[in-house]
């Protein structure tokens, strides 16, 4: 959400920035609704001020002892008039706002210009894709032959996209979980929360997923209630209508959830295996920053999300989304990619964002600078990491000739095995 008059001041110049995302924004249509809203306004204020001049005059015309009962008429009709007015400005300012409320943010200066996914710029990369002496295999037949994944049960409790982990593959998940919490608790300074996984429409207005992405959510029916897609949801959702203390920012979470989403539109992208999945689990990260140090602040992010990665030595490389691949509500983003060898590339396994004002003016985050002045902070989030791409990431890159997986040095103490086996 923009601030309204840096918005109405600033049209040209924002709809030529988001047309470099790909989004058309209809100035004229948010022109053609303040003139009326204006128009409205300073009509119903002319009329106020004008019955307001011409009472003055009844009561002059009373003590002479005129009869004012037709005057007194006109003025009725005029207020009247001038509420209708004020009440017609109420209902533009309204639509005005429902039309913003579905307005994409700006992206940063910083964000390279692009149409598609293909302009996306690599920052940096980590480790070395390993080389295997056999033909390495995708997650999709390792897990079901180990006996630690079923696709098959999943689809007769649920339906397609959706999946069991058996035995070490369940402890696999909760070993990564309980290891991505610690890491970030311990060492990058992270409060744990566990929120509600589900979440009001208020808080999805929040964080910008409502109006616009509805279709891509679960709505429990007969309530305003949906469940999350992301603990970025209800975690951002904790200081709603709050003023954070400017001496504590930033205030920084995360924060497990399993994560259910419809995947409208998505049908016939990564249908294989748990890559795309109805329900998956996430460690996420949030922090709440100084609107100077926000960038800062996603650097630093971004690089605990990659600790993560580097912990467990699964090989990975860091892009800058262009314009035209960036999220909805996101100033800027960089995505981590994890490589699969089972797939022969670098598949997306984390998002981490700068949303400066964007999240925190709709969802009325504020703070109060250390010079007094009242602000919107900026809010900031990214996987830390999305569990079952970390789980398939390890199968496939420390999968054996045999089929067996060698458990990674760092969470062994977590699984209490150095290496899963099949059920053989």
Not at 276 to 305: C, G, I, M, N, W
Request: hydrophobic content about 35%.
């Amino acid at each position: 959400m923009y601030d309204l008059s840096f918005f109405r001041q600033n049209l040209d110049a924002i709809a030529a920035r988001l047309a470099d995302r790909g989004f058309t924004l209809d100035a004229d249509a948010f022109r053609k609704l303040d003139a009326e809203r204006r128009s409205a306004l300073t009509e119903a204020e002319r009329l106020k001020a004008q019955q307001k001049a011409q009472s003055q005059d009844i009561g002059k015309l009373k003590k002479a002892g005129q009869d004012t009962s037709e005057l007194q008429a006109k003025l009725r009709e005029m207020g009247d008039h001038a509420d209708q007015l004020e009440k017609r400005s109420a209902e533009v300012d309204d639509q005005y706002r429902l039309l913003l409320a579905g307005v994409p943010n700006t992206p940063h200066s910083s964000v390279p210009t692009g149409k598609s996914a293909d302009d996306n710029v690599e920052v940096r990369r980590w480790g070395t894709p390993p080389a295997f002496s056999f033909e390495p295999r995708p997650h999709w037949d390792l897990g079901p032959e180990l006996g630690i994944l079923d696709f098959d049960r999943a689809a007769k409790i649920t339906g397609a996209r959706f999946a069991v982990y058996m035995g070490l593959g369940a402890k696999l998940e909760r070993a990564l979980i309980n290891f991505m919490l610690d890491v970030h608790t311990q060492h990058h300074g992270y409060t744990e929360v566990l929120p509600p996984f589900i979440a009001n429409k208020d808080s999805f207005y929040g964080t910008g997923q409502l109006p616009k992405f509805e279709a891509d959510l679960f709505h429990l029916e007969g309530t305003d209630y949906y469940l999350v897609p992301t603990a970025e949801v209800p975690v951002t959702n904790l200081h709603r209508d709050e003023t954070l203390d400017w001496s504590t920012l930033p205030v920084k979470y995360c924060a497990y959830t399993p994560c259910f989403r419809s995947e409208a539109g998505s049908y016939g992208r990564d249908v294989r295996g748990i890559i795309r999945q109805h329900q998956f689990q996430k460690v996420e990260l949030v922090k709440f920053a100084k609107p100077e140090s926000s960038y800062d602040e996603l650097e630093a992010l971004t690089r605990d999300a990659e600790d993560i990665l580097q912990r467990l030595g699964l090989p990975y490389r860091t892009v800058v989304l262009c314009t035209g691949d960036i999220g909805a509500s996101s100033a800027k983003t960089y995505d981590i990619e994890v490589w699969l060898p089972g797939q022969n590339g670098y598949k997306e396994i984390s998002s981490c964002s700068n949303f400066e004002a964007f999240q925190a003016r709709r969802a009325s985050i504020r703070t109060k600078s250390d010079k007094g002045k009242s602000e919107y902070v900026h809010t900031l989030n990214g996987s830390g990491l999305a569990v079952g791409r970390t789980w398939l990431a390890i199968v496939e890159n420390y999968q054996q000739a045999d089929g067996s997986v060698v458990v990674p040095e760092a969470l062994r103490p977590y699984l209490g095995v150095d290496v899963i086996r099949g059920r053989g």
